[in-house]
Nanobody
């Protein structure tokens, strides 16, 4: 059974940092694209960052220069380092493996508030 297990969300003050992790179990992430999405209440799920296998990393304009996506292939894990967090970054964050719509993480809440 394939599982994507996320961790690292929480409550942080504006200007703070968090690092999200997403590990795939029961499947290899080799040669596959990793992505992070987020969904704020009442809004659609939007792409935050993606990292193709051997390709160019892409970021949403709203997070460029603040967020960094990275992967550890030996651990089948993707990370999202989030710095200079702002209230508008508050959302549920989801990882996705591959280019289809099958392998999603369970979501982790990120709340930025003072």
């Amino acid at each position: 059974q394939v599982q994507l297990v996320e961790s690292g969300g929480g409550l942080v003050q504006p200007g703070g940092s968090l690092r999200l992790s997403c590990e795939v179990r029961g499947f290899s992430a080799d040669y596959m694209r990793w992505s992070w999405y987020r969904q704020a209440p009442g809004k659609q799920r939007d792409l935050v960052a993606e990292m193709p296998w051997g390709g160019t990393t892409k970021y949403a304009d709203s997070v460029k220069g603040r967020f960094t996506i990275s992967r550890d292939n030996a651990k089948n894990t993707v990370y999202l380092q989030m710095n200079s967090l702002q209230p508008e970054d508050t959302a549920v964050y989801y990882c996705k493996l591959g280019t289809g719509d099958i392998y999603w993480g369970q979501g982790t809440q990120v709340t930025v508030s003072s």
